[in-house]
């Protein structure tokens, strides 16, 4: 079972938003489900390079989601931990500076850490790989930052899929 670990500053926004949004698009998208076989077989979990520990998600991230029609019980912030990187099989990060962080942290994890954009090759040449922090911004930002993250979330899960359920990968 691949687990996945999506990081970014406070885990209060961006990395909960992929994480919902990913384990929805686990638990709906039907081409996926039948390439991984359950629910479950993907295990998803975020955390952040600054984040207090316990804080919970913000509400614009929470009604951007609701508005989605994305279901989340959201367990609070989490800091990342070497041990967390450590045991994750694909890290994917909201920014450039999310994977030094991480790779600074667990030097030995370079190979398995990417931003979201970058593993789903979801930018554009000489585009920015980052998705920008919606922090403190009016809910319309949010809601555009929930569509980007979505985008490449769906983009990074059919690559996951490929990657580790479909016959003749790993």
Do not use: W
């Not at 938003?17 to 479950?40: F, S």
């Not at 450590?86 to 500076?97: Q, Y």
């Not at 919606?134 to 059919?158: M, N, S």
């Amino acid at each position: 079972m691949p687990r996945v670990l999506f990081v970014c500053t406070g885990n209060t926004c961006r990395s909960p938003m992929a994480e919902a949004i990913m384990k929805d698009l686990i638990e709906r998208n039907t081409p996926v489900r039948r390439a991984i076989g359950a629910i479950g077989a993907i295990e998803v979990l975020s955390a952040g390079s600054m984040a207090d520990e316990g804080a919970p998600l913000s509400e614009p991230a929470d009604r951007a989601l609701k508005e989605m029609g994305v279901r989340f019980a959201a367990p609070g912030a989490r800091r990342l931990t070497k041990a967390l990187v450590a045991d994750a099989d694909i890290v994917l990060t909201m920014e450039r500076a999310h994977k030094a962080a991480v790779t600074a942290l667990c030097p030995e994890s370079c190979g398995k850490v990417f931003t979201l954009k970058e593993y789903a090759a979801a930018g554009a040449p000489g585009e920015d790989l980052s998705i920008d922090d919606p922090f403190g911004q009016p809910l319309f930002v949010y809601k555009a930052t929930a569509k980007e993250i979505e985008q490449a979330a769906r983009k990074a899960l059919a690559r996951i899929a490929a990657e580790y359920f479909l016959e003749g990968h790993r």
